[in-house]
């Protein structure tokens, strides 16, 4: 179908960008080392120039060559790649192995009219694929010549399963109020703090180690300011720094999410999202394997969640799932899946568990405090017994997952697990022939309580396709299995009793 082609020109810059990335921080550390000891001085900078300039030349003549032997083609139902330098490389792959083909566009990349291609096979953590200049045009191409093999093969399969050959088309778009709520709920402020704070401390350590900076009168009179502060100051910095934590969560949000649109054409799903970098990921039905319905602790008093979506043999970025949708209304979830994810379309609802097992999450929730107690209270007594404090605090978390955990089904067909996190509470909604294993464990313990653990998996390529939910009452847990046990062909089923 294709000629041989290759990448933009360009790729010999951005081979040569992402070089120069990867030498920033050792760079900085360098220099800040170089600055603080005392140690600059004109001929380490003639050396680190001249150094510079040398790495520079290098990295185009392998860029160049790297550019020049890499070419790609459709070949028959392959696709064809030729590359490296030093040993000549021929990769097959069969269009059947295809999973995902993902476009991203980068600042860099937009300006030129430039695509990264990122192509996923069954079975890989990492792209099978990854080209990063190719014209927006060729690009286009390209996935639309191995999505028409894809979706022709995913259509001969649809009578294993219950995704039909469908050419509805459905869209939606994420608002710009709705933006800017997700960004204010997304509990990014929990990882942004400790990273200012972290940074804010790193820096201040190596100013104080540094005689250079410990020299100057106005670094003498910080640190006076520093040792002088009263409790009321402490907190007015610790909420600046929150506050400024939260902002930048919200502009991360902001930045990941603008213009996210999820989009439903036939049987596939393509998501776009991204401001400085816009990324574009398509996503057969067949292969979707669960729906994950999270709630951040932030959303959770509002009614709030984000949609994410379990792909097999999908290996997303950073090793996450791949969000489905950002921000929307517990109420509704039925809807929206209903419109692009059928066969998942249900009520986020779920069946508490037995009241005799509430017990049992306060006790498991009681024993680090039980253990701690003790040993602060005789190595710092009589301070120690401050530690008391925080048994009130255990008992209402075991209080809270007991609340929340449960389990439900819709029919033979639609299965749903709910946990309480530290940060977010979790639904699982997956349906019967996308099952895996279901494992039923029992304990001496819940042997006597007539509950056992339900833990189901499912093929996903993040490698977290595990999800459970303890003290389940052991009737149910049985219904679980007798219902699922005789499908063998495409599931395993167990029991640890």
Same mark, same amino acid.
């Given at each position: 179908m294709f000629e041989p082609r290759r990448q933009h020109p360009l790729y010999v810059l951005i081979h040569l960008f992402q070089a120069i990335r990867s030498w920033v921080s050792p760079s900085v550390f360098l220099v800040v080392y170089a600055v603080t000891s005392g140690r600059l001085s004109g001929n380490l900078l003639v050396v680190v120039g001249s150094s510079l300039i040398f790495m520079i030349l290098i990295f185009l003549g392998l860029g160049f060559y790297s550019w020049r032997r890499y070419t790609y083609m459709i070949k028959g139902n392959e696709l064809v790649i030729h590359s490296g330098i030093w040993v000549r490389k021929q990769r097959i792959i069969p269009q059947s192995r295809i999973q995902s083909i993902d476009l991203t566009e980068g600042i860099f990349h937009r300006l030129f009219g430039l695509v990264r291609v990122r192509i996923e096979t069954a079975g890989g953590s990492e792209p099978e694929v990854a080209m990063d200049a190719l014209l927006r045009s060729d690009a286009y191409?390209?996935?639309?010549?191995?999505?028409?093999?894809?979706?022709?093969?995913?259509?001969?399969?649809?009578?294993?399963?219950?995704?039909?050959?469908?050419?509805?088309?459905?869209? =939606?778009?994420?608002? $710009?109020?709705?933006?800017?709520?997700?960004?204010?709920?997304?509990?990014?402020?929990?990882?942004?703090?400790?990273?200012?704070?972290?940074?804010?401390? $790193?820096? +201040?350590?190596?100013?104080?180690?540094?005689?250079?900076?410990?020299?100057?009168?106005?670094?003498?009179?910080?640190?006076?300011?520093?040792?002088?502060?009263?409790?009321?100051?402490?907190?007015?910095?610790?909420?600046?720094?929150?506050?400024?934590?939260?902002?930048?969560?919200?502009?991360?949000?902001?930045? $990941?999410?603008?213009?996210?649109?999820?989009?439903?054409?036939?049987?596939?799903?393509?998501?776009?999202?991204?401001?400085?970098?816009?990324?574009?990921?398509?996503?057969?039905?067949?292969?979707?394997?669960?729906? =994950?319905?999270?709630?951040?602790?932030?959303?959770?008093?509002?009614?709030?969640?984000?949609?994410?979506?379990?792909?097999?043999?999908?290996?997303?970025?950073?090793?996450?799932?791949?969000?489905?949708?950002?921000?929307?209304?517990?109420?509704?979830?039925?809807?929206?899946?209903?419109?692009?994810?059928?066969?998942?379309? $249900?009520?986020?609802?779920?069946?508490?568990?037995?009241?005799?097992?509430?017990?049992? +999450?306060?006790?498991?929730?009681?024993?680090?405090?039980?253990?701690?107690?003790?040993?602060?209270?005789?190595?710092? +007594?009589?301070?120690?017994?401050?530690?008391?404090?925080?048994?009130?605090?255990?008992?209402?978390w075991g209080w809270w997952k007991y609340r929340f955990a449960g389990v439900g089904r819709e029919g033979n067909f639609l299965y749903r697990l709910r946990w309480q996190g530290v940060w977010r509470r979790t639904t699982v909604i997956v349906t019967r022939p996308r099952i895996q294993a279901l494992v039923l464990k029992r304990n001496c313990f819940q042997r006597r309580a007539r509950v056992c653990t339900v833990e189901v998996q499912i093929a996903s390529g993040s490698g977290s396709g595990y999800y459970r939910v303890i003290d389940v009452d052991e009737k149910e847990g049985e219904r679980w299995h007798d219902m699922l046990r005789n499908d063998k062909e495409k599931m395993t089923s167990s029991r640890i009793l």
């Open positions: 191409n390209l996935q639309i010549a191995l999505k028409k093999n894809l979706s022709e093969k995913e259509d001969e399969k649809s009578g294993e399963g219950s995704i039909k050959a469908d050419q509805r088309k459905s869209e =939606r778009k994420l608002q $710009t109020k709705e933006l800017l709520l997700a960004g204010a709920t997304s509990g990014g402020i929990g990882i942004v703090f400790p990273l200012i704070g972290g940074l804010f401390s $790193t820096v +201040y350590e190596l100013l104080q180690m540094s005689e250079w900076w410990s020299s100057l009168d106005w670094f003498h009179l910080f640190q006076s300011s520093v040792s002088a502060l009263s409790v009321a100051t402490v907190l007015l910095v610790l909420f600046s720094v929150l506050f400024l934590s939260w902002m930048l969560a919200i502009v991360g949000t902001i930045l $990941t999410n603008a213009h996210f649109t999820v989009r439903r054409e036939g049987n596939d799903l393509l998501l776009q999202r991204g401001w400085l970098e816009k990324k574009r990921v398509s996503i057969p039905l067949a292969r979707i394997q669960a729906i =994950r319905v999270v709630e951040g602790v932030l959303r959770q008093p509002f009614g709030l969640a984000a949609l994410h979506v379990e792909s097999a043999g999908f290996g997303n970025e950073n090793g996450d799932s791949t969000v489905l949708f950002p921000l929307i209304r517990m109420r509704d979830i039925k809807p929206f899946l209903a419109e692009f994810v059928p066969e998942f379309s $249900t009520d986020v609802v779920v069946t508490s568990l037995p009241k005799h097992v509430r017990k049992r +999450y306060i006790v498991r929730s009681l024993w680090m405090p039980l253990v701690g107690v003790p040993v602060l209270t005789m190595m710092f +007594y009589p301070l120690g017994l401050l530690s008391l404090f925080f048994i009130p605090p255990a008992v209402a």
